[in-house]
């Protein structure tokens, strides 16, 4: 029978056996949860290359898509700037459309103003040839030959050759069918050599200038 030292001894020694058991089992269950964490979990080849060719497609779409933005506003600022150009052009066409216009309307109205004024002067001389025409109707045949009758006679021509090389003619009358744009008709005559409605006297000479009259014949028509 062993004494309680003994027992007490063995009691020990089983503890200690306990202890060292139960160390052994926690240090393989750490040991195994540490090599549980440390393996990695293979990938096959294949998914991997998914993964590489999705990234690479996210890639390239945003690529494309960056482009397009790119390519969209760079043509919205072509669209923009064509649009400018195209108003200015057309600002300077019809500015020059205009300026077109008024240059020939500037250049009518000079005209008109100066034929205005021309034909004020023209009017203004015609007296004065009337006067050399009646007074050189008076002249005797006898004095016709007379210096001072010549020489008015002379100025009378070169009147004459002016007034024509400015177009200033002047109208036919006698013989002619009465026209009320160029004749003024003050009286009705009859007459066996001419019919009626023909001009058969002249009374006064009428003028035109560049085709306009400035004057109308003062005339007498057969009834």
Do not use: C, W
């Not at 309680?4 to 139960?22: F, G, P, R």
């Amino acid at each position: 029978m062993k004494t309680v030292a003994e027992k007490e001894l063995d009691n020990a020694m089983e503890n200690t056996e306990n202890e060292s058991l139960e160390k052994e089992d926690v240090q393989e269950e750490v040991t195994s949860e540490e090599a549980a964490a440390g393996e990695e979990i293979p990938v096959s080849g294949t998914e991997n290359q998914e993964t590489e060719e999705a990234a690479d497609s996210k890639e390239d779409f945003k690529a494309a898509k960056k482009e397009k933005k790119k390519k969209e506003k760079a043509d919205k600022k072509q669209d923009a700037l064509k649009t400018k150009i195209d108003e200015l052009e057309d600002r300077v066409k019809r500015q020059m459309a205009e300026f077109d216009n008024f240059r020939k309307r500037t250049e009518k109205e000079k005209s008109a103003m100066f034929e205005t004024g021309a034909k004020s002067v023209i009017e203004k001389i015609l007296p004065v040839v009337d006067n050399f025409e009646r007074g050189l109707a008076a002249v005797p045949e006898s004095e016709k030959g007379d210096a001072f009758v010549q020489g008015m006679e002379m100025i009378y021509k070169q009147i004459l050759t002016e007034l024509e090389s400015i177009d200033v003619k002047p109208i036919e009358a006698v013989g002619m069918e009465f026209d009320p744009e160029l004749h003024n008709a003050v009286m009705q005559v009859e007459s066996e050599e001419y019919e009626s409605g023909i001009v058969a006297q002249e009374l006064q000479k009428g003028y035109t200038y560049r085709g306009s009259v400035v004057r109308h014949s003062m005339v007498a028509v057969v009834s």
